[in-house]
């Protein structure tokens, strides 16, 4: 990283200067005119490449060698890199005076740029607080999880202070390194700082940010990028010192104990805690599918929210799970989420989803029963207590502010605006916000799907499809001439709806305003699932789309369509129910009533059948992780297990001679089908780490394979910025006036 010594006790050396910058390669050295601007190695790297080879643009994977010659790097670290140096340079990617990003190949330098011996500055001595960039190292494999007495040690921790520092160009946050800088100064800073919290080395961060309730650690979900394993970690705020927390492998949506001791998260359909001194986690209570959050009160009542649920309560030992909240069919009401609890235990904030404008929004309910009481006139997507007695809240992709009296359950003063496109949390992404009583506070997070990728056996990337929003779900038609997709969480409801794209001629067109498509064997029709009040009916419309529709099946049930079988016989279906959960069902096409194919106190979903209709493969949480079965279809009959290390999302090359599923690291696998009759297969192989977003159970399927089985169409990641983590240091400031 850049030394403290002054340049002019140095030998002079060949520099680079343009505008009121100067960089030495010698000492290794940024300045401003007469300030040292602090850089870590890979950023200070990444300039050198940049500034050496300006007369060219820079391929991506040019600057990753470069920057990183010994390492494996994903593009998120150059991503992170570039994000640091034009930060450092004040430069903006919109209107770059320095660092041009030029699409799908690289970055360009457009400044002016003077070469020579510069002699710096003289009669400045750099104060220690200009080196203090953060700590670099080699690339090296993610640690084992250890404890988090591991990372704090015996001595206890000095609670954090967030002070004020001389200049706001200089916002050095302990996210990778301290919690804030002071310069000696031990009075609040003036102004709101944001930072970007970075990923542990070697990882990549997956969800968004949780601040304790002591303001002393933040808790997100991360990715090792060798081993692919998703786990709870937990960051030191005053040391910048991280590890995951063992037995946490696929958590999901972390919330804090009231004594930052402990958290709360989900894995695999179940709601578990871990207490932070190394004991095992242990599960409260299963959830089901898609949770949609939890918190945690102080009298040890977790609250928490399925997919499409009222809100239920357990105590922090487990036992009887009671409901709380009890969603409303004739208010069009489709779940309650995000449960947040006042300091006193007993109320509690909720977001209620309804298709009806004047129910829908943030409500204030209490333990043991009372009406609830709505809080917005208008709906919000989110919304969150913070105990600095602010409820933050995102409507309309802007993250709000506004003070409330818990006593009176009254908001006082006007919103404040905190932040712009920012990423509501929903319970098909890892967004996250987070606000403390210290002024703390975290938004953003959560890989977001939607851009449709084709890649080949080895995930090299083929082309992207055009589409006008991020679609999920995709379905290729038989043909593979077209791929209907939908808008599973655009808020915005010219986009919302079926897409259908024409993979020849690149046309795109809305097919349906609601729903997840699924094409006919024939191509000549689309069954869907769509409803309103929590519930999904199944219908067929054609698929020319002449805005027609006929009913399939209407229960009290919400439903799910997975596949359609090669004669034309059955719809695969999922069928949820609060006491056997997510089960497998069969619609006859050619008449009588539906049949169930599994349902057990276990999740079945995501079934397919074999092209030749002598098996369905599927997933189930049977074996307390997600694991892929075959069994004979239509009947089920003897259950053979496919994925060996957990795994979903099944699928079949057109000829029935090899299965191919995604692993929980989201490693796309092979395994090869010696027999049908018997069932006889191989042993599962990879081929390539998807870069897909969230988990399998949050969407029907995250890819297609074409029928050769050579190409697979993606729900890849989209990566615009808009996802990264985001901490802000004294946010209430931005209310003052």
């Given amino acids: 990283m850049g030394t403290s010594e002054h340049p002019a006790s140095l030998e002079a050396s060949p520099q680079f200067a343009f505008g009121q910058f100067r960089v030495d390669p010698g000492t290794r050295q940024l300045w401003c005119d007469d300030r040292l601007i602090p850089l870590n190695t ?33 593009e998120d670290s150059l991503t992170q890199s570039i994000w640091a140096l034009r930060r450092a340079l004040g430069d903006h990617s919109s209107q770059p005076s320095f660092v041009a990003t030029v699409p799908r190949r690289g970055y360009r330098f457009v400044a002016p740029v003077t070469t020579g011996t510069v002699e710096p500055a003289p009669g400045r001595e750099p104060h220690p607080s200009d080196a203090a960039a953060l700590p670099t190292e080699p690339r090296r494999p993610t640690p084992e999880p250890q404890p988090l007495a591991a990372v704090t040690g015996s001595q206890p921790l000095q609670r954090p202070r967030y002070f004020a520092w001389a200049s706001a160009a200089v916002a050095v946050l302990a996210i990778a390194g301290m919690v804030a800088f002071n310069r000696g100064a031990a009075e609040p800073i003036a102004t709101a700082v944001r930072t970007v919290v970075t990923a542990p080395l070697g990882t990549s961060i997956v969800s968004g940010a949780v601040v304790s309730p002591d303001n002393l650690y933040l808790a997100f979900v991360a990715q090792d990028e060798e081993s692919g394993s998703i786990r709870l970690w937990v960051r030191v705020l005053a040391s910048g010192e991280a590890r995951a927390i063992p037995g946490t492998d696929g958590a999901a949506r972390p919330f804090w104990s009231p004594t930052s001791t402990a958290l709360g998260f989900f894995a695999n359909g179940r709601l578990r805690t871990v207490a932070l001194n190394g004991e095992a986690p242990r599960t409260v209570a299963s959830v089901g599918l898609n949770p949609g959050g939890g918190s945690w009160g102080i009298g040890g009542v977790i609250l928490f929210a399925g997919s499409r649920t009222g809100l239920q309560a357990v105590d922090e030992t487990g036992g009887r799970v009671t409901a709380v909240t009890a969603l409303n069919p004739g208010r069009r009401e489709r779940a309650h989420r995000w449960p947040s609890f006042l300091p006193d235990g007993k109320q509690f904030l909720y977001t209620v989803v309804s298709n009806d404008p004047t129910r829908a929004g943030t409500y204030l309910g209490t333990l043991g ?84 990728t084709w890649v080949d056996r080895a995930g090299t990337r083929l082309d992207d499809i055009d589409s006008p929003t991020p679609l999920h779900n995709p379905a290729l038609s038989e043909d593979e001439r077209h791929v209907l997709a939908d808008t599973s969480g655009e808020s915005n409801p010219e986009l919302q709806g079926v897409w259908r794209i024409d993979l020849e001629r690149g046309s795109r067109n809305r097919l349906l305003r609601g729903g997840i498509g699924l094409w006919s064997p024939d191509g ?102 997600w694991e892929v079965y075959v069994q004979s279809f239509p009947t089920p009959g003897t259950k053979y297990v496919i994925s060996n290390q957990g795994g979903g999302e099944a699928q079949w090359r057109a000829d029935g001679r090899e299965l191919f599923y995604m692993a929980l690291d989201h490693t796309m696998m092979s ?33 297609q394979v074409a029928a050769n089985g050579q190409r697979f169409l993606l729900d890849s990641v989209i990566k615009d910025g808009s996802q990264d983590v985001t901490l802000v240091v004294n946010w209430q400031s931005l209310g003052r006036k």
């Fill in 369 to 452: 029963g009372g009406v609830p009481k709505r809080l917005f006139d208008m709906p919000t997507a989110y919304a969150t207590y913070a105990a600095s007695g602010h409820i933050l809240y995102v409507r309309d992709g802007a993250l709000m502010a506004q003070r409330f009296d818990a006593e009176s359950s009254t908001l006082r003063g006007t919103p404040v605006v905190i932040a712009g496109r920012v990423t509501a949390p929903d319970f098909l992404n890892g967004a996250y916000v987070s606000g403390s009583s210290a002024g703390l506070l975290t938004y953003g997070g959560g890989w977001t799907g939607g851009k449709l």
């Fill in 671 to 703: 395994v090869s089908v010696t027999s049908s009759a018997p069932w006889r297969s191989g042993r599962p192989v990879p081929l390539f780490r998807a870069l897909v977003a969230g988990d399998l159970a949050r969407y029907r399927n995250r890819y």
């Fill in 42 to 74: 890979r950023v200070f790297d990444t300039l050198l490449v940049l500034v050496k080879h300006r007369d060219r643009v820079v391929e991506k994977d040019e600057l990753m060698k470069a920057v990183w010659p010994d390492s494996f790097v994903s």
């Fill in 524 to 625: 000549q029709q689309v069954a869907f699932a769509t409803g309103e009040g929590g519930v999904s009916d199944i219908f067929l419309t054609p698929a020319a789309g002449q805005n027609e529709r006929k009913e399939l099946l209407r229960t009290g049930e919400s439903k799910g369509l997975n596949d359609w079988s090669r004669d034309g016989r059955y719809l695969v279906y999922i069928s949820t129910n609060p006491e056997t959960k997510t089960d497998l069902w069969l619609l006859p096409l050619a008449g009588g009533p539906p049949v169930p194919y599994l349902r057990t106190q276990f999740e079945e979903l995501q079934g397919q059948v074999s092209p030749d209709g002598r098996w369905l493969a599927y997933t189930s949480d049977e074996s307390g992780r």
